[in-house]
């Protein structure tokens, strides 16, 4: 296979409050990196990264998201083509998770209904700080039709 040919590409939408760590998650997925202090996304930003999974090579486009209010209209475009959306929320943060059924509002006005969805709970390496329980969000994901997982990046943890 030459460079640049892949037998499978997925577009990829990370959504979620700011500061949820989408662009943590990112980070480390695609580069292995994980720094303590991020810069908040403005606009949209994205990674590539290219695995290969029975022997097939699958690019996947994972574009991180703004999260801030002002940013959805640039973000609603972004939706098209998503082959599947990670919607982050942040264990320590209550108000991340409340906000999560507005965020899924945005899915179902710009995305196909098949889309796949992923609830992440970020941080879950912050126990004593934990606001939100494994169990909520595993709830939140099952009636919602999505999948759930929990992820530390600072520990590696689900990344």
């Known amino acids: ?15 979620g ?7 943590a998650l990112l980070l480390k997925y695609t580069d292995t990196k994980w ?9 949209v930003d994205f990674k590539i990264k290219i695995i290969e999974i029975q022997g097939k090579s699958v690019k996947l486009q994972i574009w991180d998201t ?21 919607l982050l929320y942040d264990i320590t943060d209550r108000e991340s998770f409340e906000n999560l059924n ?7 006005k710009n995305t196909k209904k098949d889309v796949c969805k992923i609830l992440v709970g970020t ?3 912050l126990e004593d700080e934990r606001k939100v329980t494994y169990q909520e ?3 939140f994901a099952t009636s919602n039709g999505m999948k759930f997982i929990e992820v530390s990046v600072e520990n590696n943890i689900n990344v």
């Open 66 to 86: 703004a999260g801030e209010e002002r940013f959805k209209n640039i973000i609603s475009s972004y939706y098209r083509g998503a082959s599947g959306i990670l």
């Open 123 to 125: 941080n879950c390496d």
């Open 137 to 139: 969000g595993k709830e």
């Open 102 to 108: 507005s965020w899924l509002i945005d899915i179902e």
């Open 35 to 43: 720094n303590e202090s991020f810069v908040p996304t403005i606009g």
């Open 17 to 23: 409050d700011s500061n949820s760590g989408k662009s």
């Open 1 to 15: 296979m030459e460079p640049g040919e892949h037998d499978y590409i997925f577009k990829l939408l990370a959504i």
